[in-house]
């Protein structure tokens, strides 16, 4: 199942190469919501994987984009202790402009990845 969500880019971080074959960019997007009369701010972390580190290029910060993503939850056990994380895969992104959206050069397609880390990290993440 794939989400959207509309929001002003705020911050995007480098390419990191997690292994020899895995590499993500993170980015986050503040999303504003009128609730009675009371705005709140909520910044939204993404995650894009392999090819898809790319979609957040073109785009600047304080612009306001459409994100498409699907919501990954991972068991992670250590030493007997068990965790666990969710993480936002972002594989679209558009820009949205006054009465809708310009849609990004990117395919519009969803796939899903499962992929492993080919060995430890020093701080023994699972990705």
């Known amino acids: 199942m794939s989400f959207e969500i509309t929001g002003k880019l705020i911050v995007k971080y480098n390419t990191m190469q997690r292994s020899e074959t895995f590499k993500t960019r993170e980015f986050v997007i503040e999303k504003s919501d009128d609730i009675n009369g009371r705005v709140i701010n909520n910044y939204i972390k993404f995650q894009a994987v392999q090819d898809r580190t790319a ?73």
């Open 55 to 127: 979609i957040v290029d073109r785009f600047n910060e304080g612009e306001t984009v459409k994100v498409y993503f699907n919501i990954k939850g991972t068991r992670w056990e250590k030493d007997g202790r068990v965790n666990y994380i969710t993480n936002l895969d972002a594989w679209r992104m558009e820009s949205v402009v006054a009465g809708g959206s310009s849609t990004d050069s990117m395919p519009n397609y969803n796939t899903s990845q499962e992929v492993s880390s080919g060995g430890a990290q020093a701080d023994d993440l699972p990705f």
